[in-house]
């Protein structure tokens, strides 16, 4: 039906149209769902939606740049966005907690105080609260460089590079057990870590792509590009729903996916990089496929130096549409295509035919070259024309060239489409340049090539007398990747690739590298239209721009502080108290005064944001840095690093006593607890100090010893200061020398087991051993468990080593019970850091049914640390290692915080004193009486007593006076290698069976 208004009846038209409002004539049925579009529901959870008016909604309001609290406390982010889709689709009304803290909201939704969590991995021990969608967040992680560092293409360059990883996320041990050789560059945020590869500290961060996105546009780290994909699906995340509502779950599952794409699409391209999102694209590769590329990283490419704008090289780059695509496919196969370099077009097809050459980015197909290569599918396309002067007669077409002189470039598809297609006699020349310029000169009369090549060159040469003067043929000419013919498994692998590019993308690098000029006459009404509107336009620019100087000078102002001050606490950041440090040295160089550098870093700093939330670490930090500002002198500077790291500079300094002063007096500024509405909180921390000029005339030096110093202090004397000295770089260079040396030396085996035997006290018979790690390197000598240990646990290969010694330990104790007529055991010690693995329990009990033990004679030592690490599961792992029956020891007892308190928590068998209180056991009381209290108490609860250290008849005398059960020391024997203790237990022991079982360590 059509309704025609007239001038009269219109207001008619209005009251008609309001009464038909008020009279629900255009309102939808109230029958109807309360979906806003058709979502299929079932009748329950119809009726589901009609009983439940509102829905309690949680985001994590730190997990930019999926949902997050901007700088007016509002929440926004990608999955913000889907969830206000979502509501309008399916008709419900969302109210959002006020909870953002992971730790909170998460505890809120297993008690049923929030119904949905926006973001949440699936795992299986959540399903017992939870039901999850299906995931719509598909995190990637990304390797970030500086955009002129061209080092890392692929994932496999960040081998041997300094790349900044954030300290304690899950998938940085994954990423060293991968890529030993990395040298590691620990960080607290990933903030920290794109900063360090913004000035150079790193030469990568590998973190993921959101947060990544959000932070260098946040930030304006506009130096730094997405090198490569590293992973392109970790943790994906889901909407978690309680699990009592399954029509709700249902219900928002439903509702995501009637989301269309184009959409999701939208909302991607304004959250996420999209152009380099397109990288993360699936290919649906066979395993076949996927083991030849991992066996294939590296693929040597042959190019035509000179086939602008499909390809060229611009000295010794790669250039052209083609190099665009090889650039894609590179980063979407994960391998590294390089140009051989120096090689002519000519060249490049000799040694394709021999085999030195993989693959062809841009070629036409001939069945002479079909004779050694092939061809994928053509993804380029052009047309084959003929060049003449613009003097020369009309031309139709090549039968028109018979008896003249065509120039054609050598060894291309168009001397191929001549020889197969005519009889003609083609003038040969090396590049395609010498050809036009040929046909320019005289020399020939026509060419014969591509459109857009000839073009690019007609231009670039300058070359006015020529000109297109007929097309070869009607048929499109294509161009090909082609591969090496004992390559033909790459062949799909590349149509798949290319199946990736998007049609977006191909159009895009098409308009990068093609354009079309043309002359035309000239329109003089138009031309009079321009002038009138380009008046009109600077008229209004010149109004506008007024207006806009305003916002420009405000917006600088402000640019220019967020570049030079830290947003949380309004401190100068690194680069300005690094400036303002560089000022102050050239001052003191003037006036012949010293300057000290004092870096601060608050201890544990993390446990803080993990125990109380990120909300209550920033004001921490920011009362912090008032409280250190109120201690400073006029002329003193103070700055943030980042994360918990500050500087302080202090001028004027004459000696180091004055240093010693203000380091005292800033530590003093965390006697007094830091009280928060919820909490309040004692922290400590640890100072370096350098002094300029003594310790160094540049600020980078400056700034490098003082670290150097707060390491140290935070390694051996945490909430104090230590100053830079000599020694200290001697430790450091020990330190770089031991891990650089360290990595591999498993595989080089240089690792060997040594065991030291425990004695019976009254006896002196051999009942046990301890399994101690020996590293022997040609290099550095035999290298002291003292140095090596704790660099092993801080890069993750303690886990490795661990497993090398369990295997060892417990294959030579089977040998030993199946040789001796003796029930021999073995002490293994178990380090924090082992406590990580969830394969660590399997692993021990795989060994123990390998070798055939009896669980009885394994015993697993650890020290407090074990129990005072924050790792999840401690104490599930100890139950379940007490669940194997094996034993277990406290070791070094005494020389922790609180022993006792884990002897009544914990089941322990034996217990190990300290060769710290055994040393002077015969001359003094105090540890005498200590030692005595021990024993018995020990045997109060029923467990076994071994000193170590025992090194005098002396301390065992007493030892035995006091019923210790077992010894172990110098005085019986130092730790020895298998023969070597063989021979003690051929002296001690009968032996089986002259044949003894050997058990296979693999």
Request: glycine share 6%; with cysteine.
């Given at each position: 039906?059509?309704?025609?208004?007239r001038?009269g009846?219109?207001?008619?038209?209005?009251?008609?149209?309001?009464?038909?409002?008020?009279?629900?004539?255009?309102?939808?049925?109230?029958?109807?769902?309360?979906?806003?579009?058709?979502?299929?529901?079932?009748?329950?959870?119809?009726?589901?939606?009609?009983?439940?008016?509102?829905?309690?909604?949680?985001?994590?309001?730190?997990?930019?740049?999926?949902?997050?609290?901007?700088?007016?406390?509002e929440?926004?982010?990608?999955?913000?966005d889907?969830?206000?889709?979502i509501?309008?689709?399916?008709?419900?009304?969302?109210?959002?907690?006020?909870?953002?803290?992971?730790?909170?909201?998460?505890?809120?939704?297993?008690?049923?105080?929030?119904?949905?969590?926006?973001?949440?991995?699936?795992?299986?021990?959540?399903?017992?609260?939870?039901?999850?969608?299906?995931?719509?967040?598909?995190?990637?992680?990304v390797?970030?460089?500086?955009?002129?560092?061209?080092?890392?293409?692929?994932?496999?360059?960040?081998?041997?590079?300094?790349?900044?990883?954030?300290?304690?996320?899950?998938?940085?041990?994954?990423?060293?057990?991968?890529?030993?050789?990395?040298?590691?560059?620990?960080?607290?945020?990933?903030?920290?870590?794109?900063?360090?590869?913004?000035?150079?500290?790193?030469?990568?961060?590998?973190?993921?792509?959101?947060?990544?996105?959000?932070?260098?546009?946040?930030?304006?780290?506009?130096?730094?590009k997405?090198?490569?994909?590293?992973?392109?699906?970790?943790?994906?995340?889901?909407?978690?729903?309680?699990?009592?509502?399954?029509?709700?779950?249902?219900?928002?599952?439903?509702?995501?996916?009637?989301?269309?794409?184009?959409?999701?699409?939208?909302?991607?391209?304004?959250?996420?990089?999209?152009?380099?999102?397109?990288?993360?694209?699936?290919?649906?590769?066979?395993?076949?496929?996927?083991?030849?590329?991992?066996?294939?990283?590296?693929?040597?490419?042959?190019?035509?130096?000179?086939?602008?704008?499909?390809?060229?090289?611009?000295?010794?780059?790669?250039?052209g549409?083609?190099?665009?695509?090889?650039?894609?496919?590179?980063?979407?196969?994960?391998?590294?295509?390089?140009?051989?370099?120096?090689?002519?077009?000519?060249?490049?097809?000799?040694?394709?035919?021999?085999?030195?050459?993989?693959?062809?980015?841009?070629?036409?197909?001939?069945?002479?070259?079909?004779?050694?290569?092939?061809?994928?599918?053509?993804?380029?396309?052009?047309?084959?024309?003929?060049?003449?002067r613009?003097?020369?007669?009309?031309?139709?077409?090549?039968?028109?060239?018979?008896?003249?002189?065509?120039?054609?470039?050598?060894?291309?598809?168009?001397?191929?489409?001549?020889?197969?297609?005519?009889?003609?006699?083609?003038?040969?020349?090396?590049?395609?340049?010498?050809?036009?310029?040929?046909?320019?000169?005289?020399?020939?009369?026509?060419?014969?090539?591509?459109?857009?090549?000839?073009?690019?060159?007609?231009?670039?040469?300058?070359?006015?007398?020529?000109?297109?003067?007929?097309?070869?043929?009607?048929?499109?000419?294509?161009?090909?990747?082609?591969?090496?013919?004992?390559?033909?498994?790459?062949?799909?692998?590349l149509?798949?690739?290319?199946?990736?590019?998007?049609?977006?993308?191909?159009?895009?690098?098409?308009?990068?590298?093609?354009s079309i000029?043309?002359?035309?006459?000239?329109?003089?009404?138009?031309?009079?239209?321009?002038?009138?509107?380009?008046?009109?336009?600077?008229?209004?620019?010149?109004?506008?721009?007024?207006?806009?100087?305003?916002?420009?000078?405000?917006?600088?102002?402000?640019?220019?502080?967020?570049?030079?001050?830290?947003?949380?606490?309004?401190?100068?950041?690194?680069?300005?108290?690094?400036?303002?440090?560089?000022?102050?040295?050239?001052?003191?160089?003037?006036?012949?005064?010293?300057?000290?550098?004092?870096?601060?870093?608050?201890?544990?700093?993390k446990?803080?944001?993990?125990?109380?939330?990120?909300?209550?670490?920033?004001?921490?930090?920011?009362?912090?840095?008032?409280?250190?500002?109120?201690?400073?002198?006029?002329?003193?500077?103070?700055?943030?690093?980042?994360g918990?790291?500050?500087?302080?500079?202090?001028?004027?300094?004459?000696?180091?006593?004055?240093?010693?002063?203000?380091?005292?007096?800033?530590?003093?500024?965390?006697?007094?607890?830091?009280?928060?509405?919820?909490?309040?909180?004692?922290?400590?921390?640890?100072?370096?100090?350098?002094?300029?000029?003594?310790?160094?005339?540049?600020?980078?030096?400056?700034?490098?010893?003082?670290?150097?110093?707060?390491?140290?202090?935070?390694?051996?004397?945490?909430?104090?200061?230590?100053?830079?000295?000599?020694?200290?770089?001697?430790?450091?260079?020990?330190?770089?020398?031991?891990?650089?040396?360290?990595?591999?030396?498993?595989?080089?085996?240089?690792?060997?087991?040594?065991?030291?035997?425990?004695?019976?006290?009254?006896?002196?018979?051999?009942?046990?051993?301890?399994?101690?790690?020996?590293?022997?390197?040609p290099?550095?000598?035999?290298?002291?468990?003292?140095?090596?240990?704790p660099?092993?646990?801080?890069?993750?290969?303690?886990?490795?080593?661990?497993v090398?010694?369990?295997?060892?330990?417990?294959?030579?104790?089977?040998?030993?019970?199946?040789?001796?007529?003796?029930?021999?055991?073995?002490?293994?010690?178990?380090?924090p850091?082992?406590?990580r693995?969830?394969?660590?329990?399997?692993?021990?009990?795989?060994?123990?049914?390998?070798?055939?033990?009896?669980?009885?004679?394994?015993?697993?030592?650890?020290?407090?640390?074990?129990?005072?690490?924050?790792?999840?599961?401690?104490?599930?792992?100890?139950?379940?290692?007490?669940?194997?029956?094996?034993?277990?020891?406290?070791?070094?007892?005494?020389?922790?915080?609180?022993?006792?308190?884990?002897?009544?928590?914990?089941?322990?068998?034996?217990?190990?004193?300290?060769?710290?209180?055994?040393?002077?056991?015969?001359?003094?009381?105090?540890?005498?009486?200590?030692?005595?209290?021990?024993?018995?108490?020990?045997?109060?609860?029923?467990?076994?007593?071994?000193?170590?250290?025992?090194?005098?008849?002396?301390?065992?005398?007493?030892?035995?006076?006091?019923?210790?059960?077992?010894?172990?020391?110098?005085?019986?024997?130092?730790?020895?290698?298998?023969?070597?203790?063989?021979?003690?237990?051929?002296?001690?022991?009968?032996?089986?069976?002259?044949?003894p079982?050997?058990?296979?360590?693999?």
């Amino acid at each position: 039906m059509r309704i025609k208004l007239r001038e009269g009846n219109f207001g008619t038209f209005l009251t008609l149209l309001m009464t038909g409002l008020m009279f629900g004539l255009v309102c939808p049925d109230p029958a109807e769902a309360r979906t806003s579009v058709d979502l299929e529901l079932t009748p329950d959870e119809q009726s589901w939606l009609e009983a439940n008016d509102t829905v309690t909604l949680a985001y994590d309001g730190f997990f930019p740049p999926y949902s997050f609290l901007n700088d007016d406390g509002e929440l926004e982010g990608f999955a913000v966005d889907v969830m206000r889709m979502i509501g309008e689709r399916a008709g419900i009304v969302f109210k959002v907690a006020p909870i953002h803290e992971w730790k909170d909201l998460y505890a809120a939704a297993q008690k049923q105080q929030v119904d949905v969590v926006a973001t949440m991995v699936e795992r299986v021990e959540r399903g017992q609260w939870f039901r999850f969608s299906d995931p719509y967040i598909y995190k990637s992680l990304v390797v970030i460089s500086r955009a002129e560092d061209d080092r890392i293409q692929v994932r496999e360059d960040v081998a041997g590079k300094r790349v900044a990883l954030v300290k304690n996320y899950q998938y940085v041990t994954k990423i060293l057990s991968e890529f030993p050789s990395i040298e590691s560059h620990p960080v607290d945020t990933m903030l920290d870590g794109l900063n360090a590869v913004s000035v150079g500290d790193a030469d990568a961060a590998i973190t993921f792509l959101g947060a990544g996105h959000y932070y260098r546009n946040k930030y304006l780290l506009s130096n730094l590009k997405y090198a490569a994909v590293y992973d392109k699906h970790t943790a994906n995340e889901s909407i978690a729903v309680r699990r009592d509502w399954p029509e709700l779950a249902a219900i928002l599952n439903k509702a995501l996916h009637s989301i269309p794409e184009a959409e999701l699409q939208k909302l991607r391209a304004k959250w996420l990089p999209a152009d380099f999102m397109e990288n993360l694209v699936e290919l649906n590769l066979t395993e076949t496929e996927k083991k030849w590329l991992r066996a294939h990283r590296n693929i040597r490419l042959g190019v035509d130096p000179e086939f602008a704008p499909f390809e060229y090289l611009d000295g010794e780059r790669y250039s052209g549409m083609a190099s665009d695509y090889v650039d894609l496919l590179s980063k979407r196969l994960n391998v590294k295509m390089e140009v051989v370099q120096g090689l002519s077009w000519k060249d490049v097809i000799q040694q394709a035919e021999g085999g030195a050459i993989d693959v062809l980015p841009a070629v036409g197909k001939t069945k002479e070259r079909q004779g050694y290569l092939n061809f994928t599918q053509p993804y380029l396309s052009f047309h084959r024309v003929i060049i003449t002067r613009d003097n020369v007669p009309f031309v139709a077409g090549l039968q028109d060239l018979y008896g003249q002189s065509v120039a054609v470039q050598a060894d291309t598809s168009h001397h191929g489409y001549i020889k197969e297609h005519t009889d003609l006699e083609p003038v040969l020349y090396q590049t395609l340049q010498e050809s036009l310029l040929a046909v320019s000169g005289g020399k020939a009369d026509a060419f014969v090539g591509n459109v857009a090549s000839a073009t690019y060159w007609i231009r670039k040469l300058n070359l006015t007398n020529l000109k297109i003067a007929a097309p070869v043929s009607t048929e499109v000419q294509s161009l090909h990747f082609a591969v090496r013919k004992d390559w033909p498994e790459l062949v799909p692998i590349l149509e798949k690739g290319l199946q990736t590019i998007s049609p977006r993308k191909r159009k895009e690098i098409s308009e990068k590298w093609l354009s079309i000029e043309y002359e035309a006459s000239i329109n003089y009404t138009l031309l009079w239209q321009v002038v009138i509107a380009f008046s009109a336009l600077v008229l209004i620019v010149v109004l506008w721009n007024v207006l806009l100087k305003r916002q420009v000078r405000l917006r600088t102002s402000q640019l220019a502080y967020t570049a030079n001050y830290d947003q949380l606490t309004d401190l100068p950041n690194r680069f300005l108290i690094l400036d303002r440090l560089m000022q102050q040295m050239n001052e003191a160089r003037r006036m012949r005064t010293k300057v000290a550098l004092i870096s601060i870093d608050i201890d544990d700093f993390k446990k803080i944001n993990d125990a109380f939330g990120h909300k209550t670490g920033d004001a921490i930090l920011k009362e912090f840095s008032e409280r250190v500002k109120a201690r400073l002198f006029e002329d003193d500077n103070i700055g943030r690093l980042g994360g918990d790291q500050f500087l302080v500079i202090q001028s004027h300094v004459g000696d180091a006593a004055d240093s010693v002063r203000l380091a005292e007096q800033l530590l003093g500024c965390l006697q007094q607890s830091f009280v928060t509405p919820s909490h309040e909180v004692t922290l400590t921390a640890s100072m370096g100090i350098s002094l300029y000029p003594d310790d160094g005339d540049t600020a980078e030096s400056l700034l490098k010893n003082a670290d150097t110093a707060t390491h140290h202090a935070k390694a051996q004397m945490p909430g104090n200061f230590a100053f830079y000295t000599d020694n200290l770089v001697r430790n450091v260079s020990r330190k770089l020398e031991l891990e650089r040396h360290i990595a591999g030396a498993l595989k080089r085996n240089e690792f060997e087991v040594y065991y030291q035997p425990k004695v019976d006290a009254r006896s002196h018979k051999i009942v046990s051993f301890e399994a101690l790690l020996r590293w022997f390197s040609p290099e550095l000598g035999a290298v002291s468990p003292v140095e090596f240990i704790p660099i092993a646990e801080k890069s993750g290969l303690i886990e490795e080593l661990g497993v090398f010694v369990l295997q060892e330990a417990l294959s030579t104790l089977a040998l030993w019970q199946e040789h001796y007529a003796a029930t021999l055991s073995m002490a293994i010690n178990l380090s924090p850091v082992q406590f990580r693995s969830s394969d660590l329990i399997p692993t021990i009990e795989s060994f123990c049914l390998n070798f055939n033990l009896n669980s009885k004679t394994i015993e697993f030592e650890i020290t407090e640390g074990v129990l005072l690490a924050d790792y999840p599961d401690i104490e599930e792992k100890l139950k379940r290692l007490e669940s194997l029956g094996v034993n277990m020891a406290m070791d070094d007892f005494g020389t922790g915080y609180s022993s006792m308190s884990y002897l009544r928590k914990y089941k322990f068998d034996t217990l190990k004193i300290d060769r710290e209180f055994i040393i002077d056991l015969a001359r003094e009381e105090s540890d005498r009486k200590l030692v005595f209290a021990t024993i018995a108490m020990a045997h109060q609860l029923g467990m076994r007593v071994v000193a170590e250290g025992v090194e005098t008849e002396e301390q065992q005398a007493i030892l035995v006076e006091q019923q210790c059960d077992y010894l172990q020391g110098w005085l019986f024997s130092k730790p020895l290698p298998t023969d070597q203790v063989m021979q003690l237990l051929d002296q001690q022991f009968a032996v089986k069976d002259a044949s003894p079982t050997y058990f296979s360590t693999e």
